[in-house]
């Protein structure tokens, strides 16, 4: 049986995907943002992937590699005026570098992928002290992902596995019952980039099933 590939075709879904979860999502993201932050996090982040979409539907699949198409969103990324939008076209950039001249991407390539992702991401912000950051999820997430390659070679099963390791200590089920909640109990919220991350891992999961 042939092993599943990660297609152009399955990325341009995976980023509608992404698009439709931080639409979903913006009002809660922005709600746990204004503790700490602008409370902005939710509108800026469904703003710029509706954005990509928007340009990603330009595309024919066929015209590009999945290395050709990171590099697309990375520099639709960049026309955006938002330090995550900055942060987030660092990673695709790098992931785009990092799957070059491949027609489809096995589960170890996305895996070589996921880590430059990390890896621009860490290079422009440092791991959280109380709670874990978008910094911490990523890494989190690649290293797992990559462990998760030696024993199957299915990308979708690799995210699953990302996924469950980044969610571990993160309080999210808090979040659903309010913000305020989190300090009633004692604990501190999750950061909101961090909850966008999981999000968009588990976006790019739920595509590639």
Known sequence: MTAPTITTVLLLEAFSEIAAAMTENRSMLSRIDRIDGDGDHGETMARV??????HLAKLE???????ELFDIVAESL???DAASARL??????????????????TAADFAKAFKEMAAGIAAHGKAGTETKNIADIWQVAAAAYAEATASNDDPAICLAAALEAAEDGV???AVIHGADATFINGRRPPDAGALSALLMIRALRDSFR
């Open 49 to 54: 992937f509706c954005g990509v979409e928007t």
């Open 61 to 67: 699949p066929s015209d590009s590699t999945p290395s």
């Open 78 to 80: 960049m026309t955006f």
């Open 88 to 105: 987030y076209a660092s990673a695709f950039r790098r992931a785009g570098t990092a799957t070059m001249r491949k027609k489809a991407l």
């Open 171 to 173: 309080e999210t089920d």
